[in-house]
């Protein structure tokens, strides 16, 4: 496994070498290389041999047994994607960010993340059980990654700082994701979120708790930076110690959890 690994990086290195060399200038010389090396089979090969060094291929794409609830199917970032996308300074990592791919399918955002920030935590949420448990094995090795498969909502680490999205499921989803991590992150006014394909973007823009910026990535899908508005964490919770403490209607009840 070690020396398929190695060999995939030297492949890989080797391709991106010669992909920066021949790297157009304009912006029409970039569309139109960017379509050529897609259609040309480049990007999957050199996609191929990163994944290797990461212990298996993440490409392809599963479909989605959940898509009745809004869930859309398995599928990969591409790696140039994710390297132009975190380009940007306000998506920079800190030493000590806990980094989240919400429905990480099989991982390659992860495989991105270690790549660059060893020594931070990632984790990886993927609806699709089956899914979350070849990319768990695949990367059990890694002391700092860990992938839990089940409802991403009901999951979400409450030490999470920097979360991913791309594009994982329908707009009653995102706006339970939204609710959640502002009730349950211990530190919301840390929680940077990136939208990739954000189709729900509403969910956020509508809602006065959030803050929303568009990135300028130069990527052809659209892409948002999102962070909680001043006094967002705040109103999204209602913390009540003790059995009997009013809740914000009036009520009395059992602590919030």
Not at 191 to 219: K, Q
Request: glycine fraction near 8%; charged fraction near 25%; aromatic fraction near 8%.
């Amino acid at each position: 496994m070690a020396e398929t690994r190695d060999a995939g990086w030297r492949i890989a290195a080797a391709l991106v070498r010669l992909k920066h060399a021949a790297r157009p200038r304009t912006r029409v010389q970039r569309w139109a290389f960017r379509a050529r090396e897609e259609w040309m089979g480049v990007r999957p090969v050199v996609e191929l041999a990163r994944d290797l060094r990461w212990g298996g291929w993440c490409g392809g794409s599963v479909p989605n047994p959940f898509a009745d609830r809004g869930a859309v199917q398995v599928q990969s970032t591409h790696y140039d994607t994710l390297a132009r996308l975190f380009r940007d300074p306000r998506l920079s990592v800190h030493p000590r960010d806990v980094l989240v791919d919400v429905g990480c399918g099989k991982g390659r955002v992860l495989n991105f993340w270690l790549g660059r920030h060893p020594r931070n935590r990632v984790v990886g949420l993927e609806l699709v059980e089956p899914v979350a448990e070849r990319a768990a094995r695949r990367l059990r090795r890694r002391a700092t990654a860990r992938v839990v498969g089940g409802d991403a909502v009901q999951h979400l680490p409450a030490d999470g700082t920097l979360f991913y999205l791309y594009n994982p499921f329908g707009a009653d989803t995102v706006a339970a994701f939204a609710g959640r991590l502002l009730e349950t992150n211990a530190d919301p006014a840390r929680a940077r979120i990136i939208y990739l394909n954000p189709r729900h973007l509403s969910v956020f823009e509508d809602d006065p708790r959030w803050r929303v910026e568009i990135l300028e990535t130069g990527l052809m899908e659209k892409a948002a930076f999102i962070t909680v508005a001043a006094g967002g964490a705040d109103a999204s919770r209602i913390r009540t110690a003790w059995a009997g403490e009013p809740i914000a209607d009036g009520r009395a009840g059992q602590p919030v959890e």
